[in-house]
């Protein structure tokens, strides 16, 4: 199919979708009304459970075997990039580094927000079942802060604070920990991920049950699923030269 | 509906519009950072932080810096 | 004006996958995709907001659990969302690089014209 008919294509599909859409939209419930079903419960259960933030109790306990669904697409995504962009036979990888240079207050910026940046991240990931933060947000910003060493121009440095194989065991460990918690609960419990632990004061650090620990086990698959995508773009980006022609 | 709310959702339309319509990937990469960012500023506006701090490692930094990188991967010399 | 955010979500959507079907080069139309994306976040996130609310979040020490809150349900699956599309990002454009490896083009039309 061409250009001109593909978009043709589009402008009548897309015009029926956005006619539907629009119908759709005229008959939803009002944009900031007050009627939330399902809000209701959740913050109910929640309270119950002890977990003062009540997204962190629907993600990690009272479905958290979407989680666990969501978990392994990030870790076949993970897979997925590792095998498509691992140098191939005819590439090469160049050990010398052009000599770019890097402003002293940029290296000493990167320097200075790395040590803030992971206290940050982990503060992020331990609260989460307390205030707004979590695995998945703790992860992306330790995997995220990891990479100012890159900025501060220390390749050979973030090399070695960060070997790729390391973080690819860790990204497993992570989605294994969280699958082995949810079974252990059904061996326990009778019920997949089910709480297991007391579930301690509402708002207190020890509370919530499990969905701290969940919380964990998934912030460190997010902090070495980033750390090994980054890695491995970084690596195909700068370093890696392909042979001769490059096509076939 | 609040001030906020509707300047946040306009600012997200147009900025994702700009996304779209820049046509070379490298430009993309710079307005869609700059689109993540008033993403996260939309979803604080709709009252939800969890959303806006992922929102806000993942859109303005992560994807626009592999869409740098695999740029950089495509148009480099071979 | 109660319908504007339903609006832009459906807006951005369309405007992206317009984005995908125009585009000449790979890397632009999984860009492209993410702002389609970006148009489901805002649609889950419009639907569970409610004026005047507050985050569903009570915080340490906790204040009063009230249910005068957004919905945290929609906010959960937007949160999950949003990370685990980055990764799926990531596995597109890495199939862009390698696409580009083996057949030296990274625009569709030209990939088409080389199959034959």
Not at chain 1, 60 to 66: A, E, K, P, V
């Amino acid at each position: 199919m061409n250009r001109t008919a593909r978009t043709v294509m589009f402008l009548v599909a897309g015009g029926g979708v956005a006619v539907l859409a629009v119908l759709a939209v005229l008959r939803m419930p009002a944009f900031g009304g007050s009627h939330h079903p399902y809000r209701d419960h959740a913050v109910r259960a929640s309270v119950s459970h002890a977990t003062s933030n009540v997204v962190a109790s629907i993600n990690f306990d009272q479905r958290g075997m979407d989680t666990l669904g969501e978990e392994t697409i990030l870790l076949a995504s993970v897979v997925g990039v590792s095998v498509l962009l691992r140098p191939a036979e005819d590439e090469s990888k160049s050990e010398h580094l052009g000599s770019g240079r890097v402003l002293d207050a940029t290296r000493l910026g990167g320097y200075v927000l790395l040590p803030v940046t992971l206290v940050v991240g982990f503060d992020v990931v331990a609260q989460g079942h307390l205030t707004p933060g979590g695995g998945f947000q703790g992860g992306v910003v330790l995997g995220t802060g990891m990479h100012l060493l890159y900025v501060a121009g220390r390749y050979q440095a973030l090399e070695r604070l960060r070997p790729v194989s390391a973080f690819e065991w860790g990204e497993a460990f992570g989605a294994a920990a969280f699958a082995c918690l949810g079974i252990s609960s059904l061996l326990v419990t009778g019920a997949f991920l089910a709480n297991v632990i007391p579930w301690g004061t509402f708002g207190g650090l020890l509370s919530a049950g499990t969905v701290p620990v969940l919380n964990g086990a998934v912030g460190v698959e997010v902090a070495s699923g980033v750390m090994v995508l980054l890695a491995k773009f970084l690596e195909q980006a700068i370093f890696v030269r392909s042979g001769e022609g490059g096509t076939r | 509906m609040t001030i906020i709310v509707a300047a946040a959702l306009t600012l997200v339309a147009v900025a994702g519009t700009a996304v779209v319509v820049a046509g070379r990937p490298d430009r993309q990469a710079v307005t869609l950072s700059l689109f993540g960012l008033l993403l996260a500023v939309l979803f604080m506006a709709l009252q939800a932080p969890d959303v806006a701090l992922s929102q806000i490692g993942v859109g303005t930094a992560i994807v626009p810096l592999m869409v740098m990188l695999a740029v950089r991967k495509v148009h480099q010399r071979r | 004006m109660n319908i504007y955010a339903y609006l832009v979500a459906f807006w951005l959507i369309v405007a992206g996958s317009a984005g995908i079907v125009r585009s000449r080069n790979l890397i632009h139309s999984v860009v492209c995709l993410s702002v389609a994306q970006a148009g489901t976040y805002v649609l889950l996130l419009a639907v569970g907001f409610q004026s005047k609310a507050s985050p569903p979040v009570f915080g340490s020490p906790p204040s009063k659990p009230s249910l005068s809150v957004t919905d945290p349900v929609v906010q959960a699956m937007t949160l999950t969302d949003v990370v685990v599309s980055a990764t799926v990002t990531a596995l597109l454009l890495a199939i862009a690089i390698q696409i580009h490896k083996r057949h030296g083009t990274v625009d569709p039309d030209e990939l088409r014209a080389l199959r034959g």
